[in-house]
């Protein structure tokens, strides 16, 4: 039997942790430390799908003052840049 957990369920500490994944495989991307082996349509993908997380849980999370959202408004920049780029 499965338990489905709800948004309200999550803490902002939970999004937070999850969010800064997404934020460091962007920054890997970007940084080229996840280029090997991969197409330049995969690449995108991955940070488009990144960025679009990121970009949901910052609208959607009524964040404390013990997260540090800066870093993920800057890997969303960073991987809109690298986008436009790319």
Do not use: C
């Amino acid at each position: 039997m499965e338990t489905e957990i709800s948004e309200d369920s999550i803490s902002p500490a939970q999004h937070y942790k999850s969010a800064l994944d997404s934020a460091g495989l962007i920054n890997r991307y970007v940084n080229q430390d996840l280029l090997e082996g991969q197409t330049l349509e995969e690449k995108r993908d991955a940070i488009t799908r990144n960025v679009g997380h990121l970009r949901i849980i910052l609208e959607r999370v009524d964040w404390t003052d013990a997260e540090d959202i800066s870093v993920l408004e800057d890997a969303v920049a960073a991987g809109d840049e690298w986008l436009a780029d790319n």
